[in-house]
């Protein structure tokens, strides 16, 4: 099946692309995977319970509820949605081809113009007692969740020992009555600066050669946590803390394992783009959303890149049909810069 322009990806910027693009009549074709990288359709906000710095929900929306709106409002204006996993590409030539799970072997799809926007999943530590309280007390995100009731005036935990750990800690001592960090190594990987602001700040305890070892907390259905216990990497001694909210900072994947080796990626496998747009290192390939976002992960900023790539989509089809006169780029460059 050949598409004018195919969206990989079903989160925030996935959704906002595909409206964009179906409300210019470019009748886009939305792969939203199958459980990739196990997560259902609608990407990490389907992990969320409560959602309130999303505009527009003042009494804030459950995250799942989010994700089928945003789909109903991609189909509503005429987006195809395809509940396959997209596992290989080809984007070495025009058209672009790609080829779906469990059809390897077969034809490849092909299309004009492709917006990845395939996220990034929050690594998790698969503790006793993590999948019980996920969303009932353990995080992976304080700025999306730090502020709502159960955390206020209540002991709190972060894990890991970096800046985003750093920052996430201090965010939340906005929130909690006293925040402790536990550091697996005898040292903060922080830089000097943050490193200084977190062990400055009276609410916050850093505990090092520290790691989690089990979240209990309340037996009933949907029970809230209220313990941790951690132990020591050095002397084995375990201790049992009162928290009521854990906060994982150890890191994101982005999923870009697909186009390794043919969309420029950093050193983390964030897929590179060009600063204020959606444009890779591979003309008509756009990138929204976590994928090349490392920074600031939020829904709303994911859906303001989807409307980006949309955008940019949209005049690179009509560059290519000869609609927007193109000024010639120079020897060197894709997409309007120089790698």
């Keep these: 099946m050949h598409s004018k322009v195919v ?19 470019l009748k886009p074709v939305m792969y939203e995977g199958m459980l990739a990288n196990g997560v259902a359709a609608g990407g990490q906000l389907t992990t969320t319970t409560d959602i309130e710095n999303f505009p527009g929900f003042p009494q804030g929306i459950n995250g799942s ?21 997209v596992v290989k590409v080809d984007l070495s030539s025009r058209p672009f081809k790609f080829w779906l799970e469990y059809a390897e072997d077969a034809e490849p799809h092909t299309c004009d113009a492709l917006i990845i926007a395939t996220g990034a999943s929050a690594r ?16 992976a995100c304080a700025v999306c969740d730090g502020a709502v009731p159960i955390f206020r005036k209540k002991p709190l935990v972060v894990i890991g020992g970096g800046d985003s750990a750093a920052e996430e800690a201090l965010f939340l001592t906005k929130y909690g009555s006293s925040v402790t960090v536990l550091v697996r190594r005898d040292v903060l990987r922080a830089s000097k600066t943050m490193a200084k602001r977190l062990l400055a700040h009276p609410k916050v305890n850093v505990k090092y050669n520290t790691v989690a070892v089990e979240i209990t907390g309340e037996e009933a259905a949907n029970g809230l946590m209220t313990g941790l216990t951690v132990k020591n990497t050095i002397t084995g001694e375990q201790e049992k803390l009162q928290a009521n909210g854990l906060f994982y900072a150890v890191g994101h994947d982005p999923a870009t394992q697909i186009f390794k ?39 709303i900023t994911s859906a303001g890149t989807g409307c980006i790539a949309a955008l940019e989509a949209e005049r690179y089809l009509a560059e290519q049909e000869g609609e927007v006169e193109v000024e010639a780029k120079k020897p060197g460059q894709t997409n309007g810069y120089a790698l």
């Design 261 to 299: 080796k043919q969309v420029q990626m950093d050193e983390d496998g964030y897929i590179v783009t060009k600063p204020g747009t959606s444009f890779t290192n591979i003309e008509g390939v756009f990138a929204a959303g976590d994928v090349q976002d490392k920074r600031y992960r939020q829904a």
């Design 7 to 25: 969206v990989v990806g079903s989160g925030p910027a996935a959704h906002t692309a595909a409206i964009y693009l179906a409300r210019a009549e």
């Design 124 to 139: 998790r530590l698969h503790l006793a007692g993590e999948d019980k309280f996920w969303q009932n007390g353990v995080s």
């Design 65 to 85: 509820v989010l994700m089928d709106q945003m789909r109903e409002q991609s189909v509503r204006f005429g987006t195809e949605i395809i509940t396959e996993t």
